[in-house]
């Protein structure tokens, strides 16, 4: 059996990174976790402007706590305010038509309507800061540079993406397996309000 010449160096690569010293960098990076690895194919979510988190979150390297400030404190993530985008694009881009929109918003005093991609039943109660203290803050060995490797976890990767698309199920199932792979809390009352 030949390996294709595309893998060929990927996987000496993880055949020397594991003989050399153990599992390679970027296989752990959320040490103490097991991350899923299920996926989803969800549906395409219009918003009213098309964010590019790509450009935020890889090429300018803004951690996802910076927008989402409520993530680390409350059960929602939170969508930040017109106000913190408005803080750098009342001067940078300002040319550009997503801008524009966006400052079509903010003169009017209003926030663009977003919509929810990653939404659970209203049942289901979820909270982000239970799950980044156990896998950010309270986790020896994590960076909070690398919580965007946490947010992947149910989120996938979004810094590859530009407007957010649902790529994990976030079904019982899944939020199950992964309590499972890491030993999660498995009273009812936990996630079921």
Request: glycine fraction near 6%.
């Amino acid at each position: 059996m030949s390996i294709p010449a595309s893998l060929g160096g990927w996987v000496l690569a993880l055949i020397l990174g594991l003989f050399l010293g153990g599992a390679p960098s970027w296989a752990a990076k959320v040490p103490n976790a097991v991350p899923p690895d299920e996926t989803y194919s969800g549906e395409y979510v219009e918003q009213p402007i098309e964010f590019p988190h790509d450009t935020h979150a890889a090429v300018n390297e803004i951690n996802c706590l910076y927008c989402h400030t409520y993530a680390r404190r409350s059960s929602v993530a939170g969508i930040p305010p017109t106000s913190k985008c408005m803080g750098c694009h009342s001067v940078i881009a300002t040319d550009k038509p997503r801008i524009k929109k966006l400052t079509e918003y903010w003169e009017k005093r209003q926030p663009p309507p977003w919509k929810k991609v990653h939404d659970v039943p209203d049942f289901v109660h979820f909270t982000h800061e239970k799950h980044l203290q156990r896998f950010v803050f309270e986790n020896e060995g994590m960076q909070v540079e690398d919580v965007a490797e946490v947010c992947a976890f149910c989120h996938g990767d979004v810094k590859s993406m530009t407007v957010a698309v649902k790529v994990r199920p976030l079904t019982m199932g899944f939020c199950r397996r992964c309590h499972e792979a890491n030993e999660g809390p498995f009273d009812c009352w936990k996630c079921h309000k």
